[in-house]
Nanobody, 119 residues
Framework: QVQLLESGGGLVQPGGSLRLSCTFS????????MGWYHQPPGRQRNLVAT??????????GIPNSVEGRFTISRDTAKNTMYLQMNSLKAEDTGVYYC??????????WGQGTLVTVSS
């Protein structure tokens, strides 16, 4: 069973930065998609960034809405995925979830970490 645990959320002023971490345990195989999702207060959860891994190759994907501000990365040795968020805006406020999808129905979620961007 794959389990994920996010950390790194908190209160930050507009223009500030945060780095979220997602540490996972369990076997995720060599083909999978790791992603970060953002759920603003009272709104639906939206995809923020992904890393698609096939074997030893990984490709990152960042939507245009956060391109240039957010960066996704992973440390394979630490079983950890990161989301570096810079130039934060009020609309970035919300709960951030990490997710791993893969073959055989793998679709694991973390419990979320709250980010509040406010002065």
């Amino acid at each position: 069973q794959v389990q994920l645990l996010e950390s790194g959320g908190g209160l930050v002023q507009p223009g500030g930065s945060l780095r979220l971490s997602c540490t996972f345990s369990g076997s995720i195989g060599s083909i999978h998609i790791m992603g970060w999702y953002h759920q603003p207060p009272g709104r639906q959860r939206n995809l923020v960034a992904t890393i698609t891994t096939v074997g030893v190759n990984s490709t990152g994907g960042i939507p245009n809405s956060v391109e240039g501000r957010f960066t996704i990365s992973r440390d394979t040795a630490k079983n950890t995925m990161y989301l570096q968020m810079n130039s934060l805006k009020a609309e970035d406020t919300g709960v951030y979830y990490c997710n791993i999808k893969g073959p055989r129905g793998l679709d694991a979620w973390g419990q979320g970490t709250l980010v509040t961007v406010s002065s």
